[in-house]
């Protein structure tokens, strides 16, 4: 069955960085755009980046443009986002989330990890 | 970036009532949306895509329609399982906006 595990957040300093990672199984993780969507306490769903399958096309969100990196490593189906330059606004639990249709670039998500919390606090 | 709103924020209903949630598009999206079910502490749960298409294990009393830029969600007999916030996706669209989410309360 498909399993998406976050890992690698935390609290961390305003200006700060943190590495998140989202190890995949259960599925051919190389035939599958990812993304990572984001939720601050209370507050609704606000998607972060996407990667192709392949690794060859990023986009991100404008409010995280410029600051965070989303990777890849399909010998070790995992997910990544490097996120620099932390700001309270960036507070949240980030969850992974995996495309429903294989090397489809338009395709909503079926699978959701369980989400990782960062805290951006002095 | 297209924006998506929802309507209403929050529905206070009973079960058995029929429920409708709409989302609108600030630009044509064609039939590119998904719905999503999400309940307190956990991650969401696609229930509908391309607008209409039912996903797999979702129980046949939710119900999709629109295109362009009016979509609606529909729960033709709310169940006590239902109570929870829904939210629409856009996925025409290199950023893949969400609506702000409806939250549907007990009556």
């Known amino acids: 069955q498909v399993q998406l595990v976050e890992s690698g957040g935390g609290v961390v300093q305003p200006g700060g960085s943190l590495r998140l990672s989202c190890a995949a199984s259960g599925f051919i993780f190389n035939t599958y755009a990812m993304h990572w969507v984001r939720q601050a306490p209370g507050k609704g769903l606000e998607w972060v980046a996407f990667?192709?399958?392949?690794?060859?096309?990023?986009y991100y969100a404008d409010s995280v443009k410029g600051r965070f990196t989303i990777s890849r490593d399909n010998s070790k189906n995992t997910l990544y986002l490097q996120m620099n330059s932390l700001r309270g606004d960036d507070t949240a639990v980030y969850y992974c989330a995996k495309a429903l249709s294989n090397f489809d670039f338009w395709s909503p998500f079926d699978y959701w990890g369980q989400g990782t919390l960062v805290a951006v606090s002095s | 970036d297209i924006q998506m709103t929802q309507s209403p924020s929050t529905l206070s209903a009973s079960v058995g009532d029929r429920v409708t949630i709409t989302c609108r598009a600030s630009q044509s999206i064609s039939f590119w949306l998904a719905w999503y079910q999400q309940k307190p502490g956990k991650a969401p749960k696609l229930l509908i895509h391309?607008?209409?298409t039912l996903e797999s294990g979702v129980p046949s009393r939710f119900s999709g329609s629109g295109s362009e830029t009016e979509f609606t969600l529909t729960i033709s007999s709310l169940q006590p399982d239902d109570f929870a916030t829904y939210y629409c996706q856009q996925y025409n669209s290199y950023s893949r906006t969400f609506g702000q989410g409806t939250k549907v309360e007990i009556k």
């Open positions: 990667i192709r399958y392949d690794g060859s096309n990023k």
């Open positions: 391309k607008a209409s």
